[in-house]
């Protein structure tokens, strides 16, 4: 079954730390992960996006990797400010019959910074 | 530049009463057009795509309903709203297979 996994559910950190989200996956073909930024009562926004070919890519502060042998993903963010408090959201990309691409969505890591 | 507009923003519906979403696309011809719900705490889930006019794919049996009666634009409808039907709607337009841009999303309230 192709599924997104993300963790934790949510995190509280400090303004000006440092902070890394998980995501595993087992969608099959893979095509390519994204990186989303949601907030709230909004759309998503794209951050990142990496093929299996690509190990990290960085977008300012966010930096994701990509291991795709373990179908593992992370998204790092450096020194956190408060416009960072948002849902996170990994999305994995996979072509299925007919050559349609479908997005398989994560639940989202929902992040708070704090003061 | 390409833009996407959804909307209404907020609506509350009562129960067994029609809904209609509409999101259109400027700045671009031909777009590849989404409709997603996302439930409290969960992912987004794809009710429709559409790779052109008048072709609507269905993902999930639904009280739902897709048109594309022009190239950039998609509508989301419903003839009797269920309490289920509550929500985050979001349109989004793909130019290729790689990314996908959002609408700003309508938050349904079915009372």
């Known amino acids: 079954k192709n599924q997104v996994e993300q963790s934790p559910q949510s995190l509280i950190i400090l303004e000006g730390k440092n902070c890394t989200l998980q995501?595993?996956?087992?969608?099959?073909?893979?095509?390519?992960l994204r990186w989303y930024k949601q907030d709230t009562g909004r759309g998503p926004v794209s951050l990142t996006i990496?093929?299996?070919?690509?190990n990290t890519k960085s977008n300012g502060r966010y930096t994701a990797t990509l291991d795709a042998d373990t179908k593992q993903s992370s998204l790092h963010i450096t020194a956190s400010q408060l416009s960072d408090s948002a849902s996170y959201i990994c999305?994995?990309?996979?072509?299925?019959?007919?050559?349609?691409?479908?997005?398989?969505f994560g639940a989202g890591t929902r992040l708070a910074v704090h003061p | 530049s390409q833009t996407i507009h959804q909307w209404p923003a907020t609506l509350v519906q009562p129960v067994g009463s029609p809904l209609s979403l509409e999101c259109t696309v400027e700045?671009?011809?031909?777009?590849?057009l989404y409709w997603y719900r996302q439930a409290a705490g969960r992912g987004l889930q794809l009710l429709f795509y559409?790779?052109?006019?008048?072709?609507i794919s269905s993902e999930v049996p639904q009280n739902l309903s897709a048109s594309r009666p022009q190239d950039r634009q998609f509508i989301l409808s419903s003839k009797k709203l269920l309490l289920s039907d509550s929500g985050f709607y979001l349109c989004?337009?793909?130019?290729?297979?790689?990314?996908?841009?959002f609408g700003a999303g309508t938050r349904l309230s079915v009372l």
């Open positions: 990496m093929t299996f070919s690509e």
């Open positions: 999305v994995v990309s996979g072509v299925f019959s007919g050559g349609y691409n479908k997005l398989i």
């Open positions: 700045g671009t011809s031909n777009p590849n």
């Open positions: 995501c595993n996956y087992t969608v099959s073909p893979f095509s390519n």
């Open positions: 559409s790779v052109g006019i008048g072709q």
């Open positions: 989004a337009w793909s130019p290729s297979r790689n990314i996908q841009y």
